[in-house]
């Protein structure tokens, strides 16, 4: 295996693609809903659009992945992800803008799909919470520079060019991709791609008692985290009346909280395992959501006091995604690309629908946003209570971090 670090990297920029492709427009919403004419919340539907067509594809590329290798599906869905961040840039109306940003999520997926995917080709099932970690560490340079650059482009040249400096990157990475990075997973021609043989893949993989306590527990807290996003240009520019710049340094600075609390996380693997770790930040999360939520409804918070809580409830999510990830996925091995298009179906299914209501509820208030946050942290929980019950053969994991291959 060539440089690990190497790899990570490479695995890290790939997964960089989403959120690069949320981030940057964020700050563009007024823009673009006044050359639409239409409101910032009819725009964020984009956004929603942007994560079902997300979610649809993990389940497309899941199959393709393990079928013909990883290089080759990923290859094809960034080009898709190229041509249409060009067809972006000459949208004139919000409904195809809706469209757009759909297909665009289709061809982009293949990147957050296959970059889970190879951490289980390249690295070993007990090291998988960590190297998510480390791939959250460079994920995380998309929310502290997208909303920053993408105003700088905007401003500068227009909206339309955030489009077209998506598209450019994403040429970059494909070349990376195509010459240096290794196949970790060679080409298995008995893997189906008839709808039969893959929904009964997917029925197994689902019915796994481990993986679905996770993946849905982890879907719903991780939900939150793109419920922020979808309402951070509504919460700091709505109700704030912050300037794209002031929001864009505030987006960044937030975000340090989901990314240092990934690398906190690597130090408290040592001592914890992944499940406990990821109790004990669900617990955070409920407690300070609901906290929060009760706060804004009596007026007891300002931006200082909102930041703050923010800030501690992205961090309780940098916490839960890499444990939760890790632990669905450390009972597969032949079908882990599957797994992983599976818990990624999951994970961006429950943030569609949820951020989905923040664009439906037309508001320019934080409270919408931080009811629909409360909801999926508590959704959470009770998923996980109820799910630690029913692992019997597998209660191992809970006390251990090297999880038991059993497939």
């Not at 919340?41 to 079902?52: N, P």
């Not at 997300?54 to 389940?59: D, N, R, T, V």
């Not at 199959?63 to 041509?83: E, H, N, Q, S, T």
């Not at 996380?265 to 930040?281: D, E, V």
Request: net charge positive; hydrophobic share 55%; glycine share 8%.
């Amino acid at each position: 295996m060539q440089n690990r670090t190497f790899i990570i990297l490479i695995l890290g920029a790939l997964s960089t693609v989403t959120p690069l492709a949320i981030d940057m427009y964020l700050p563009s919403f007024t823009d673009i809903a006044h050359a639409m004419h239409t409101t910032e919340a009819k725009i964020s539907l984009s956004l929603s659009s942007y994560f079902i067509g997300m979610a649809l594809g993990q389940l497309i590329y899941g199959p393709l992945l393990d079928r013909f290798g990883r290089k080759k599906p990923l290859c094809i869905g960034l080009l898709i992800f190229v041509a249409v961040s060009i067809a972006c840039m000459f949208t004139q109306t919000k409904e195809s803008l809706i469209v757009l940003r759909f297909f665009q999520a289709l061809g982009g997926c293949a990147a957050a799909v296959a970059s889970m995917a190879m951490v289980r080709d390249f690295f070993p099932v007990k090291e998988s919470a960590k190297i998510i970690s480390l791939l959250i560490l460079i994920l995380g340079v998309s929310p502290m520079l997208g909303p920053t650059v993408g105003s700088l482009i905007a401003a500068h040249l227009g909206w339309q060019w955030v489009f077209a400096t998506l598209a450019a990157l994403v040429v970059v990475l494909l070349a990376v991709v195509f010459f240096w990075l290794p196949e970790g997973h060679q080409p298995d021609r008995s893997i189906s791609l008839k709808p039969g043989p893959i929904a009964a893949d997917f029925l197994y993989i689902l019915k796994n008692t481990q993986f679905h306590t996770f993946a849905l527990a982890g879907a719903f807290s991780f939900a939150g985290v793109l419920v922020y996003v979808a309402g951070s240009q509504i919460i700091f520019m709505g109700s704030f009346h912050l300037t794209k710049q002031e929001y864009g340094m505030i987006f960044a600075g937030l975000s340090v909280g989901f990314i240092g609390s990934n690398q906190i996380n690597i130090l408290l693997l040592r001592k914890f395992t992944s499940a406990q770790i990821f109790y004990g930040a669900i617990l955070l999360e409920c407690i300070t959501s609901v906290f929060f939520l009760t706060g804004t409804y009596f007026h007891w918070f300002g931006l200082p006091a909102t930041l703050v809580l923010l800030f501690i409830l992205l961090s309780s999510l940098g916490l839960t995604y890499p444990n939760a990830a890790a632990l669905a996925l450390a009972p597969f091995d032949k079908n882990v690309g599957s797994a992983s298009a599976l818990l990624g179906f999951l994970q961006i299914g429950a943030a569609a629908l949820t951020s989905s209501c923040v664009g439906l509820f037309d508001s320019s208030s934080i409270m919408p946003v931080l009811v629909i946050f409360t909801a999926t942290a508590w959704i959470a929980l009770l998923i996980f209570n109820w799910g630690k019950r029913n692992l019997p053969a597998q209660a191992q994991v809970l006390a251990s971090e090297t999880a038991t291959m059993v497939h």
